[in-house]
C-alpha cells in the first residue's frame, strides 16, 4: 500500500507489528554511533542509575520509530523526504526483552508550495506491548501527489 497525498486521511491511525529489543541491538546501535555510554554497556552502572538493567538510546528508539513505520510500505513510490520530527519526548526507558510497536495518526495536511506534493504531519508514539508510551513524536514528511 503507497500513500499519495490525496490519500492521507487526518485522524487515520495506523499500528506496526511488533519487535523485541535486544541486547545486541542496543550494542549494535552502540557500534553504530560510537555511543558506548555505561548506561547502553554496564547492567551494574545502569542499575545503580535506577534502571532494570542496560537501557536502549532514545535515538534509537527513535530510528526504530522510522523504521517499523516504513515496514507499512505506506509511501514506498510517494516518499520524497522526511523533513524533520518535532516535540520528541523520551517518556520511558526501553530494555532488552521490551516488546515495541508504533502507533501513528495522521494529523495534518498541506499542499507544497514549490511542488506536486504535499506536507504530511503524523504523531507517532514507540509503544510497550501493554499501551504505555516509550516515546512520542511529531514527524513531517514530503510525499508525491499524484496532480
Not at 547502553?40 to 536502549?56: K, N, V
Request: net charge negative.
Amino acid at each position: 500500500m503507497s500513500l499519495w497525498y490525496e490519500d492521507i486521511e487526518i485522524g487515520r491511525v495506523l499500528q506496526t507489528a511488533e519487535h523485541e529489543i535486544t541486547e545486541a541491538d542496543i550494542a549494535a546501535f552502540c557500534d553504530l554511533t560510537r555511543d558506548h555510554h555505561p548506561l547502553h554497556t554496564d547492567a551494574d552502572y545502569a542499575r545503580a542509575q535506577g534502571f532494570p538493567g542496560i537501557i536502549a538510546h532514545g535515538l534509537y528508539g527513535l530510528a526504530l520509530m522510522e523504521g517499523l513505520k516504513t515496514e507499512l510500505k505506506l509511501y514506498e513510490e510517494s516518499s520524497i523526504a522526511s523533513l524533520g520530527w518535532n516535540e520528541v519526548r523520551f517518556a520511558r526507558p526501553v530494555v532488552a526483552g521490551d516488546r515495541v510497536h508504533v502507533e501513528m495518526r495522521f494529523t495534518a495536511k498541506r499542499p507544497s508550495s514549490s511542488r506536486p506534493a504535499g506536507i504530511v504531519t503524523e504523531a507517532v508514539d514507540l509503544c510497550f506491548a501493554d499501551g504505555t508510551r516509550a516515546i512520542t513524536a511529531e514527524h513531517v514528511s514530503l510525499v508525491k501527489s499524484r496532480g
